[in-house]
């Protein structure tokens, strides 16, 4: 398990990823959480690595590090374009964002 590979809801290992189809380019997500969501020259939002590499990958996922859970939620819950999705790792269902409203 990697460092920033943590554990979130039950200790189950949560990742996200955001669907650039509906990313509205707000940036809110980036001002929660900018050591996981960065807004790229195209002005729509990725994912980042635990490199710190943006994931430009259609439907790249990255694991949510347990610190930043509460940030990463908000950013779900905040997002204009309801396109962030936190899931757990272990069997790919979704715990927080648009699909579980």
């Given at each position: 398990m990697s460092v920033r590979q943590e554990t979130g809801v039950g200790g189950e290992a949560?990742?996200?990823?955001?669907?650039?189809?509906?990313?509205?380019?707000d940036g809110i997500c980036a001002q929660y959480a900018?050591?996981?969501?960065?807004?790229?020259i195209d002005g729509l939002a990725y994912v980042k690595s635990p490199q710190d590499e943006l994931l430009?990958?259609?439907?790249?996922?990255?694991?949510?590090p347990l610190p930043l859970l509460t940030d990463v939620v908000d950013s779900a819950k905040e997002c204009p374009g309801e396109?962030?999705?936190?899931?757990?790792?272990?069997?790919?269902v979704e715990v927080y964002g648009p699909d579980t409203e």
């Open positions: 949560l990742e996200v990823w955001i669907d650039q189809d509906l990313c509205t380019g900018p050591e996981v969501f960065e807004l790229d430009q990958d259609r439907g790249a996922a990255t694991p949510v396109c962030i999705h936190v899931r757990r790792v272990s069997d790919g």
